[in-house]
């Protein structure tokens, strides 16, 4: 099944007053130039004929190939996969765009089902793959050493062999994959529909939860409150979304022999349980020391006796409330780019020159921000709901910082470029990283500072305390679906048992705050994803340590384990840093980096 990109990105964004300048939007020509384009019927009357010889080819001879023969296959293969992706990549992009519009949402339907159709065929490849000996498949990498670099991915999907069912089942289960896409559009379009009313003003998604950054306090919580009167009424459809991907992953888990829930979110990210689990108790034991500490001094800074979910991303009393234009973000993202490395700043450029950035809040257009590889005969393509906030310079640091990832990985081609989504936040975060440190070197007053440092700390623990919450959330939710149906105030009962533990004391919760979880895309579209931004932060915290301390050769070991793409495991690629991410102290390493920043602000106070 060919996936589309979906917003990853966590962010508070909604509707400018002030004009941000000229936003980019996407130029999407150098996919397909519409619809009716002639090279996209030429690549779906390819994909079609392809998909056929090459199951006419191959099936029931894989273990029959000699190492010539096998390369050919799997470069058979990744072309399919290429042009499969060529053609999934514009639909989606064109759908996020707009995805109220029916017409792109029918397109995106239909290049699905072709791609589906077309493709069911294949999926014996990875299943005589997996019945392979492993002496005969590894004499044929020895064999040739074009094949052998293809060992990760064969290595990614033999990870999968004790999970494997019949030949029918699994052909089954990929045309039935368009069943499971339908829940993840319902989920979107009821989002982008949603509409909200604010002080008289009739908001989208973004535009109500921008609202909770607001200075005034009771713009913040008029906003809370109509997000949970929304949210509300709109329950029992976010209820069956969820049962619904929860009971059927229940079902196929099972089927599989799956020991857990997130068993295949480990097999798939190529991390194993142990590292995620070293993880996930780091960050529950340091919430005192992160986010409880900070949240108390947020609630000081703000003269509440308590601070309520509204406060939760308020801004500071001390900070400048005014508007990062476009251009002004652009050239702070691209000055610490260059900062850092001018070869990183050439990568960056054509994304803002080149129609590779769809920046501006528009009505349908899908929530939050990612970055979208592609294919990578092509590039990638970014997408914000920009509105000139601190964070939303943050958010294009971010997504910039995987499409450098994204351009640097595509010469391992197709199948070696994807990286594991454990990895995939190394350049996002470390672009944000790069971009705060030269924010802050630049700050002229302490007070400057002191925002900035808090503006930072608030992120960090989005990122690892928020995100590991949402995990804590996901598995609760995983596992009590295994017991039966669950009632949204069933649903609602597992967020709050998360939330208070994460955010601390310093917090009241209004009613209507749990039905919050609704609205995450992560849950819906990718089971477990949410980890892998803790993960990410952490590596690059224990990275930039690394980088701070002037090891030499630091910038050519980065753009290298960049390069590497999905090629190799997480530790070959901390190796050369002397990292090591399955060692546990790894994991506290990088928390206090966050709680550093926390002693610097309390000091600040003194």
């Keep these: 099944m060919f996936q589309l990109p979906f917003p990853v990105r966590d962010a508070n964004a909604g509707a400018a007053a002030s004009p941000l300048g000229n936003l980019p939007e996407w130029n999407l020509d150098d996919l397909y130039t519409g619809e009716d384009a002639t090279e996209l019927k030429r690549d779906l009357d390819w994909l079609e004929e392809a998909c056929r010889s090459f199951a006419a080819d191959y099936e029931g001879n894989l273990a029959t190939l000699d190492a010539a023969g096998f390369l050919d296959c799997v470069l058979r293969n990744e072309k399919i996969n290429q042009i499969a992706g060529r053609i999934m990549s514009y639909a989606g992009l064109r759908y996020y765009q707009l995805t109220t519009d029916a017409g792109r949402a029918k397109f995106l339907s239909d290049a699905q089902e072709k791609i589906t159709n077309f493709t ?57 994959g368009v069943v499971g896409d339908a829940w993840e559009r319902l989920f979107d379009e009821t989002i982008a529909a949603l509409e909200f009313v604010v002080e008289g003003d009739q908001l989208n998604i973004e535009g109500v ?35 619904t991907q929860a009971k059927e992953k229940e079902v196929i888990d099972r089927w599989r022999g799956m ?90 450029a054509p994304f803002f020159t080149d129609g590779w950035i769809d920046a501006g809040v528009k009505p349908g257009k899908a929530p939050g921000a990612f970055a979208h590889p592609t294919v990578t005969n092509v590039h990638p393509y970014v997408m914000l709901n920009y509105l000139g906030k601190p964070r939303d310079v943050m ?53 400057e500072r002191k925002v900035l440092l808090a503006g930072k700390v608030e992120d960090m623990i989005n990122t690892v305390v928020r995100q590991i919450a949402f995990y804590d959330f996901e598995c609760k939710l995983h596992d009590a679906r295994r017991g039966g149906e669950l009632t949204p105030d069933d649903i609602n009962a597992l967020w709050m048992s998360v939330q208070a533990e994460s955010l601390g004391p310093a917090f009241e919760f209004m009613d209507g705050y749990e039905t919050f979880w ?22 690059v915290n224990a990275l930039y340590a690394v980088y701070e301390e002037g090891k030499p050769g630091f910038e050519d070991k980065y753009f290298d384990m960049l390069k590497a793409g999905g090629s190799k495991h997480h530790k070959e690629l901390l190796a050369p840093f002397g990292l090591d991410a399955s060692d546990p102290a790894f994991w506290d390493k990088g928390l206090s980096m966050i709680s550093g920043f926390i002693d610097e602000l309390e000091a600040m106070e003194a």
């Design 395 to 447: 958010t294009l640091a971010h997504e910039l910082g995987h499409g450098v990832h994204q351009v640097l990985a595509a010469g391992q081609g197709e199948m070696l470029s994807s990286t594991p989504l454990t990895l995939a936040e190394t350049a996002s975060v470390f672009g944000e990283m790069l971009t705060f440190r030269k924010m802050l070197d630049n700050a002229k007053t302490n007070a």
């Design 518 to 539: 609704a609205y995450i895309p992560h849950f819906v579209h990718s089971p477990f994803y949410v980890y892998a931004y803790a993960f990410g932060d952490g590596l």
């Design 259 to 348: 020991p857990t829930p997130q068993t295949g979110r480990h097999l798939s990210n190529h991390v194993e349980p142990e590292v995620v689990e070293a993880l996930r108790n780091a960050v529950v034991k340091a919430y005192p020391k992160l986010s409880h500490r900070y949240y108390e001094l947020k609630r000081k800074w703000l003269g509440l006796d308590v601070m309520q979910v509204w406060d939760r991303n308020a801004p500071l009393p001390m900070e400048d409330p005014k508007v990062v234009g476009w251009d002004r973000a652009e050239k702070m993202v691209m000055d610490a780019y260059n900062a850092f490395d001018p070869r990183m700043g050439e990568i960056a």
């Design 209 to 243: 939860l921008n609202l909770l950054t607001d200075p005034n306090r009771d713009m913040r919580e008029a906003a809370a409150r109509e997000l949970a009167d929304v949210f509300q009424s709109n329950i029992k459809t976010f209820a069956r979304v969820h049962n």
């Design 120 to 176: 069911t065929p294949l999926v014996f490849f990875t299943l005589e793959l997996n019945r392979l000996e492993d002496d005969h498949l590894g004499k044929l990498l020895d064999q040739k050493a074009d094949l052998a670099r293809y060992k990760p991915v064969f290595d990614r999907i033999r990870a999968m062999k004790d999970y494997q069912l019949s030949d029918e089942l699994e052909k089954f289960l990929h045309d039935l």
